[in-house]
């Protein structure tokens, strides 16, 4: 068993676009600006935009922080990111989620300029990925590839599972590992809360992808021996041992599951880290046209 090593990963790769935003300071060229716009302080949203503007610093970018109260209005929302789509210092831009009952999604999603989408949440992106074109991936996804990719894992031929359809990270997974291209080549099977069997598909898995949210669902009964195992996973559990009573789990069973993997992902450690790379490489593409042109 081999662990994919988000943090080592994490720090090559933010050393990597460290070095080109300092060849574009060197060369006098406009430094990459990412806008986070974020409603409200629930959950850990606080916390995850806090860490990509901390990231953003690290490797030299330019960040900006857009703050709602919960009570913003949709028109409100929908005019601050015109505001942004307008300006052409701002290069990317990600409204935080979830947002608030009575704003939609959607709506938002769709208000973002799609050369400013660095989240890869606008259908145009998500269509344009679909059919191979150049787009935005959503940075989980396109972490995951990164780390495939980094550690040389086969993946032609392979049959993935990916447990979850959610917007953000199943669904875009499928789509991306059945690609003609490398990471991808696989025949995939998107499961979800309506699968019939689960365990026996789990256990047919090469790539094993379990994006669904909940703690340590996936046990070793699921796993085929050898199998490679991502973990998109991260929830607080209690956990009274713990200075701060709780303790953060994936949703495979890491103990029982990682004794059976060629490779696997740790919790925290592992996809998490390389989310946050994902969008900073983004927003570097973005501040060079790469996607949509300047
Ligand atoms: N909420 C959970 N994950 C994400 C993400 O990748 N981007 C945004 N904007 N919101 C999220």
Redesign the pocket.
Known sequence: MQLLDGKFLSAQIKAEIKAEVTQIREAGGKIPHLV?ILVGTAG??ET?VASKMKSCEEVGMHSTLIRFEPDVTETELLDAVRRVNDNPDMDGL?????LPDHIDPNRVMETIDPAKDV?G?HPVNIGRMAKGLPAYV???PQGILEMLQRYDIKTAGKHCVVVGRSQ??GLPMSILMQRNAYPGNCTVTLTHSRTQDLPAICRTADILIAALGKPEFITADMVKEGAVVIDVGLERVVDTSKKSGFALKGDVKFDEVAPKTSFITPVPGGVGLM?ICS?MQNTLKAARGEVYGK
């Open positions: 986070a850990r949203s995850y990600i409204v935080q989620l979830p989240d949440f959503s940075a989980t953000i990270v989310t969008l």
